[in-house]
């Protein structure tokens, strides 16, 4: 039986995973309450789509747990993946801002909890809260350097200086405060987000172990040098 649509499937949050938002923090009050009365909590299956191409904008939505990744098909049929999406992590306020469809698609590539803040909430946040209004700019400005970095390292020749810049950006601590040190994420996932085989890929994480900058661990990978990983070059 197909699950049911991920709206109706959404429920409010739990105090743990309101802990996991990075950005109530930074609200005062009166906007706290407004968007913890707003924000909803859903479970998404493996593959399963967040956004799709074309769609309008409903929600803001951020990762409490699990992995997403943000895509698009080109004209040739093959994907584009342009992020992952790790706990911690909220995306699409310039698509929200902008209240225009989606541009790329959000694919969940494990089982995984998403929350979504709806748009006219988000509006009034913006409206009348400054602490909100720095935490999107710092979101915005962030990306967009994410976003050119990306450009740069999809041209690269090097498969492990490819790896490495693809772990710095997961392990980015403004966009994906949930993270911390250790990227709780498998050689496959990885994989999908670098466009790498799982084999590559796996040479790729023995080579930058093998310099100090990472270590693998049962279930993810630790991150032992965040700058070393943004500059390498083999």
Same mark, same amino acid.
């Given at each position: 039986?197909d699950?049911?649509?991920?709206?109706?499937?959404?429920?409010?949050?739990?105090?743990?995973?309101?802990?996991g938002?990075?950005?109530?923090?930074?609200?005062?009050?009166?906007?706290?309450?407004?968007?913890?009365?707003?924000?909803?909590?859903?479970?998404?299956?493996? @593959?399963?789509?967040?956004?799709?191409i &074309?769609? #309008?904008?409903?929600? *803001? %939505? $951020?990762?409490?747990?699990?992995?997403?990744?943000?895509?698009?098909?080109?004209?040739? @049929?093959?994907?584009?993946?342009?992020? &992952?999406? #790790?706990?911690?992590? *909220? %995306? $699409?306020?310039?698509?929200?801002?902008?209240?225009?469809p989606?541009?790329?698609?959000?694919?969940?590539?494990?089982?995984?909890?998403?929350?979504?803040?709806?748009?006219?909430?988000?509006?009034?946040?913006?409206?009348?809260?400054i602490?909100?209004?720095?935490?999107?700019?710092?979101?915005?400005?962030?990306?967009?350097g994410q976003?050119?970095?990306?450009r740069?390292?999809?041209?690269?020749?090097?498969?492990?200086?490819r790896?490495?810049r693809?772990?710095?950006?997961?392990?980015?601590?403004?966009?994906?405060?949930?993270?911390?040190?250790?990227?709780?994420?498998?050689?496959?996932?990885?994989a999908?987000?670098?466009?790498?085989?799982?084999?590559?890929?796996?040479?790729?994480?023995?080579?930058?172990?093998?310099?100090?900058?990472?270590?693998?661990?049962?279930?993810?990978?630790?991150?032992?040098?965040?700058?070393?990983?943004?500059?390498?070059?083999?």
């Amino acid at each position: 039986m197909d699950p049911l649509p991920l709206q109706q499937r959404a429920r409010f949050a739990e105090r743990k995973e309101l802990d996991g938002i990075p950005w109530l923090a930074v609200l005062d009050a009166g906007a706290r309450e407004q968007a913890l009365a707003a924000i909803r909590v859903s479970e998404v299956l493996p @593959g399963e789509h967040v956004c799709r191409i &074309g769609r #309008p904008v409903v929600y *803001w %939505f $951020g990762v409490i747990e699990g992995l997403l990744k943000m895509s698009r098909d080109n004209a040739k @049929g093959t994907t584009m993946t342009f992020a &992952g999406l #790790p706990p911690g992590g *909220w %995306f $699409g306020e310039g698509t929200v801002i902008k209240r225009e469809p989606y541009r790329y698609d959000i694919q969940a590539l494990r089982k995984s909890l998403i929350a979504g803040l709806p748009v006219d909430t988000f509006h009034w946040l913006l409206d009348h809260s400054i602490g909100f209004n720095r935490f999107v700019m710092g979101q915005l400005n962030e990306r967009l350097g994410q976003f050119i970095m990306a450009r740069e390292y999809d041209r690269l020749s090097s498969p492990d200086v490819r790896v490495a810049r693809n772990l710095a950006a997961l392990c980015n601590p403004v966009l994906y405060p949930g993270v911390q040190d250790l990227l709780r994420i498998t050689q496959q996932e990885l994989a999908y987000l670098v466009g790498l085989s799982r084999q590559r890929v796996n040479e790729g994480l023995q080579f930058l172990q093998g310099r100090g900058l990472i270590r693998i661990e049962y279930g993810g990978v630790r991150i032992l040098d965040l700058d070393g990983l943004r500059v390498c070059e083999f």
